[in-house]
């Protein structure tokens, strides 16, 4: 069987073809794992984390600027990624006398640079980038939101609306290893999840997988097992998803959902965004995509288990803790939010490819609307940006930019991708001023 980096193992799955890409393995790349076996670059990940309602006042932004930073207690749970992270403050969403749309203006500044005019928008960076790293790829993006529902900040060149996230892992798995690519904004999929995740897609390429792996060396092999293995977790996860629960003698056998919880709860959005995770970062590894985003509430809906109220009122409603000095309900949502992201990028550096992972090829955006939800500002806002995008960028620093513009971030990841840009955004959110400290 030939072996290249283009391979895709194939087979038919209940009466559907079905594709299992190929992650990197070391025949695909140079003796020091760092480049394709051709000497070309391994090609860098984009994705994009847009997330409502920011953090609390005076539990974010560090006191020291550049190196060495003492994280505060809602950026805690990213201490793991705070070496391969930068942290930017200051920046802020300009609306050259527009009015603020609550939690939507601040979406659509941070993802096209500009406030749209009608339905007239500017792409969203992601678009941007995939159209100089993803053209080629499968997918060019994948859209996924984390609170049950549709939306996205991705918007394509020439579009009137944003494109629709897939709240569903099991759906974007199925997408992901079912039949043959169709358009990746469809809102239907036709495989049987069920049949897929019970019977496995591994399975239907047993015979591909085997001949596959005979022309592989030995840790080639164990890599591609590491792999498989994964894929199986995954679906074995997914699996129990579809079972109903064992009945119980005291208990009336509630009717089972057709596949795992798909919603705002905490811990539904928690569980769903690691098996995201997983997810893209197996479609990552095969090159199936190179560009991804991912929406956690666009109006804060996010609400925990037994609570009639949700994140975004508790902003409005929760008067400030007297010994505190904060809201407190509202402290435990953002630092609840940033281990959800952290649990996320778990999973991309989970998967290892020569002497890295995938988070070390990629850059992962994080943005939010307001800078103070509690009064809707839109200065000094938390920008986050994880992953050197294999090398391009110079990581673990604070950055403070007062009253600059938040598209400084966006210009200056876009030109370590690749993309010739020398200005980005409009009005006074247009700027040609990148970030040199963090550009390699």
Not at 416 to 429: D, E, K, R
Request: charged letters at 20%.
């Amino acid at each position: 069987m030939k072996v290249n980096r283009r391979t895709v193992l194939k087979g038919s799955l209940a009466g559907a073809s079905v594709g299992v890409g190929i992650p990197l393995l070391d025949c695909f790349l140079n003796a020091n794992g760092t480049a394709l076996a051709n000497g070309a670059a391994l090609p860098p990940i984009f994705g994009t984390w847009f997330q409502s309602l920011g953090f609390t006042p005076g539990r974010w932004r560090p006191d020291a600027i550049g190196r060495d930073y003492e994280s505060k207690a809602e950026m805690k749970p990213l201490d793991a990624f705070k070496a391969r992270m930068n942290l930017i403050s200051g920046c802020q969403y300009f609306m050259d006398g527009r009015p603020v749309e609550t939690h939507i203006t601040g979406v659509q500044i941070g993802s096209t640079g500009a406030i749209p005019v009608g339905v007239i928008s500017a792409p969203s960076i992601d678009d941007i980038v995939a159209g100089m790293i993803g053209a080629r790829t499968r997918f060019r993006s994948l859209e996924v939101s984390l609170t049950g529902n549709r939306e996205s900040a991705s918007r394509r060149a020439g579009s009137a609306s944003n494109s629709p996230s897939e709240p569903s892992p099991a759906a974007l798995y199925a997408r992901i290893f079912g039949p043959e690519f169709r358009d990746p904004n469809a809102l239907a999929f036709e495989p049987d999840v069920r049949v897929m995740a019970r019977r496995s897609v591994l399975s239907a390429v047993s015979d591909a997988r085997r001949d596959f792996s005979k022309a592989l060396g030995a840790s080639d092999r164990t890599r591609l097992e590491e792999y498989f293995t994964s894929i199986r977790q995954l679906e074995q996860q997914l699996e129990l998803d579809l079972q109903k629960p064992a009945p119980l003698e005291y208990c009336a056998r509630p009717g089972t959902p057709a596949e795992g919880v798909v919603g705002p709860v905490t811990d539904d959005v928690a569980r769903n965004a690691t098996l995201f995770g997983g997810l893209i970062a197996n479609a990552v590894a095969c090159d199936q995509t190179r560009v991804f985003n991912l929406m956690m509430g666009q109006a804060g809906n996010v609400r925990q288990a037994g609570s009639i109220e949700n994140w975004h009122g508790w902003t409005h409603e929760e008067p400030i803790d007297p010994q505190a000095g904060y809201q407190v309900i509202v402290a435990w949502y953002s630092t609840w939010a940033a281990q959800v992201f952290a649990d996320f990028l778990t999973e991309l550096d989970k998967r290892k490819e020569g002497s890295g992972s995938v988070l070390d090829r990629a850059v992962v955006l994080w943005q939010t609307d307001h800078g103070i939800a509690r009064s809707h500002t839109m200065d000094n806002l938390p920008i986050i940006a994880v992953g050197s995008a294999g090398g391009r960028l110079k990581t673990g620093m604070h950055i403070n930019t007062p009253g600059d513009p938040s598209t400084r971030v966006g210009l200056t990841l876009q030109q370590a991708l690749g993309v010739p840009a020398g200005t980005w955004g409009a009005l006074s959110n247009a700027t040609s001023k990148t970030m040199t400290e963090i550009l390699a």
